[in-house]
């Protein structure tokens, strides 16, 4: 693997990631230190499933919705068990979007480590508050800590648009509400 060159945006991760992450660990109730409290359940629908019990694994295919802290969707969904049968981790793959209130995230995939709440986005990656994005080779979104990593590699670059108008339909006030589920329907 290349060697990826690194590009820390604190301020930009503030302003695109901070209220989502805050609103996350105040949903789930829990950060790092109080992983006790128990996590809201991941509810998954999907056209096929094939569950594989010798391999702590369950496949999803086709118009995949998963629900915890936010909405994913996909073309397939790997759920990953660990040995006390928890859900240890999640891949999703082929049109990944992710919707979290105002955050709208696309890729090609997406790996949730659910125990260290880290999202892992590569593929075409981009990540949408309001009207201004960040998009990079990989971008790592931690939930609890309420910041972001955003690289790229083979001498690319990171990108950041951040506009001056935000147009989040809280500032428009007129719009309908679309639940997350309803905006997987629509096009990536």
């Known amino acids: 693997m290349p060697f ?10 503030a302003a695109l ?26 509810t998954v629908t999907s056209d096929t499933m094939e569950a594989s019990t010798n391999e702590n694994r369950v496949v999803f295919k086709g118009n995949v919705v998963a629900v915890e802290d936010f909405t994913l969707c996909s073309d397939e969904l790997q759920i990953m068990y660990d040995n006390n049968k928890e859900v240890s981790q999640i891949e999703a793959a082929g049109s990944v979007r992710i919707f979290q209130g105002q955050k709208t995230s696309t890729s090609n995939k997406a790996v949730y480590d659910r125990k260290e709440r880290i999202i892992v986005l590569t593929g075409d990656p981009l990540v949408r508050q309001c009207s201004d994005t960040i998009k990079g080779d990989r971008i790592t979104v931690y939930l609890d800590k ?43």
């Open 4 to 13: 990826l060159k690194k590009a820390v945006l604190p301020l930009l991760a």
């Open 146 to 188: 309420d910041n972001a990593l955003v690289e790229s590699g083979d001498g690319g670059r990171v990108k950041a648009v951040i506009m001056p108008d935000k147009n989040c339909p809280e500032n428009k006030g007129t719009e309908e509400p679309v639940s997350e589920e309803a905006r997987c329907k629509g096009t990536r």
């Open 17 to 42: 990631l901070a209220p989502a992450s805050i609103s996350l660990a105040q949903e789930s109730g829990a950060s790092k230190a109080s992983k006790d409290t128990p996590r809201k359940p991941v």
